[in-house]
């Protein structure tokens, strides 16, 4: 299990703004939804896209992936639409020193 990685500044990641991380191999997403940060591997379940190429909405709390258009909820990871059925890894967020971090914790 690997250390926590900073992110950005809070100030760096307002509600409905979405940004991209690394935790050694793995790639986060990480959305700031109405206040609150979540964060979801950056790798759609149907055919391993990056999610963060698609859209944030950051009203419904959803990422569309832009290749065939599933959704996922990026409070929970489930896909919420067809072509994906399988829930993209959610990964735990901290705000600490003004700060947003996440790890990759499987
Ligand atoms: S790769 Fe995301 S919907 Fe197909």
Redesign the pocket.
């Known amino acids: 299990m690997s250390e926590w990685t900073r992110v950005c500044a809070t100030s760096e990641l307002l509600p409905g703004e979405s940004t991209v991380t690394w935790d050694g191999d793995t790639p986060i997403l990480v959305c700031n939804y109405d206040g609150d940060y979540y964060a979801l591997e950056d790798k759609?379940s149907?055919?391993?896209?990056e999610l963060s190429a698609g859209s944030f909405d950051g009203q419904a709390a959803t990422v569309e992936?832009v290749?065939?258009?599933?959704k996922f909820d990026v409070r929970d990871g489930r896909a919420l639409c067809a072509?994906?059925y399988a829930p993209v890894p959610r990964f735990p967020v901290k705000v600490e020193d003004g700060a947003v971090w996440t790890r990759d914790d499987r």
């Open positions: 759609c149907h055919a391993d896209y992936c290749l065939h258009g599933a072509p994906a």
